[in-house]
């Protein structure tokens, strides 16, 4: 069976003028229009999550040239900006939303800017754009413990399927964060694929609950975008990212370890 890298596009805030909090994983909407002309203009075709996963899942032939254009938290101006480019361009798309971030009666306070309503994400989601989900209140899932991480998947699963009418299939992990804890516990839960981060491309092996994807930032230009479409220098692009986040998670991995050790004190 076909194992095709595809790109995975990692998108935030799409705005003009985004705050402190989101400018560095912000893209202009100028940016996004010029990107996602190239992504025409190269000949790809862009699907949801749900679609790839099932048809490596099943075995069924990728289109020519795939590639996925996802969105993670649940921004204002994914409805603003983003929509009117992707209906344009006729393309697929997936929107990652923090239940506990967007406009309304669930909002817990805790969105970076301004985020959407649920209003307009029925509008992105009449208008072709998967709804995923990505926990109620965007935590480091891998730090929580079993109940509270069961809590943050249900809430959002729940919230997504009474706003939507539909339970979501697929799910991204806030900051990227995993482990096989949490990969059986959003597989427990009904999602049927899940996104990470990475920075690299995605391929059928690595599995339904860790594949990979690649960030577009305010500062990512349209020749290091073709560069990622095509996924060439990759490696060299993300290497602080990579260093960084691997750094991080033996911090992360001591931090958990050392909550187990009060835990079985008590």
């Known amino acids: 069976m076909s194992d095709t890298p595809v790109p995975i ?5 799409v705005a ?3 705050n402190d909090a989101t400018r560095a994983l912000s893209v202009a909407p100028e940016a996004f229009a010029e990107q996602m002309a190239l992504i025409g203009d190269l000949g790809l075709t862009p699907v949801t999550t749900a679609d790839l996963a099932a048809r490596w899942r099943s075995g069924r032939p990728l289109p020519a040239r795939p590639v996925l254009i996802t969105f993670d938290d649940g921004y204002e101006g994914v409805h603003r900006h983003a929509l009117p480019v992707l209906a344009k361009h006729a393309f697929a798309a997936t929107l990652f939303v923090s239940t506990g971030w967007i406009r309304g009666a669930y909002d817990t306070g805790g969105g970076l800017d301004t ?4 209003g307009q994400v029925r509008e992105l989601a009449a208008a072709g754009v998967e709804i995923g989900g990505h926990s109620h209140t965007h935590p480091q899932l891998d730090q929580l413990d079993d109940g509270p991480l069961r809590t943050e998947l249900a809430r959002c699963t729940e919230i997504v399927a009474d706003e939507l009418g539909a339970r979501p299939a697929s799910f991204a992990y806030p900051y990227g964060y995993s482990s096989r804890r949490v990969r059986q516990a959003v597989r427990a839960s009904g999602y049927a694929q899940a996104l990470a981060v990475g920075n690299a491309l995605a391929r059928r092996r690595q599995g339904p609950y860790a594949l990979q994807r690649v960030t577009v930032r305010r500062g990512t230009g349209v020749e ?4 990622l479409l095509h996924g060439r220098a990759v ?3 993300f290497a602080k990212d990579r260093a960084l986040t691997k750094g991080y998670a033996l911090v992360r991995r001591a931090r958990q370890v050392r909550r187990k050790a009060i835990r079985s004190r008590v």
């Open 9 to 13: 596009l990692m998108y935030h805030s």
């Open 115 to 118: 985020m959407l309503d649920w």
């Open 16 to 18: 003009t003028a985004p």
């Open 224 to 227: 290091e975008f073709e560069r």
């Open 235 to 237: 490696t060299r692009t």
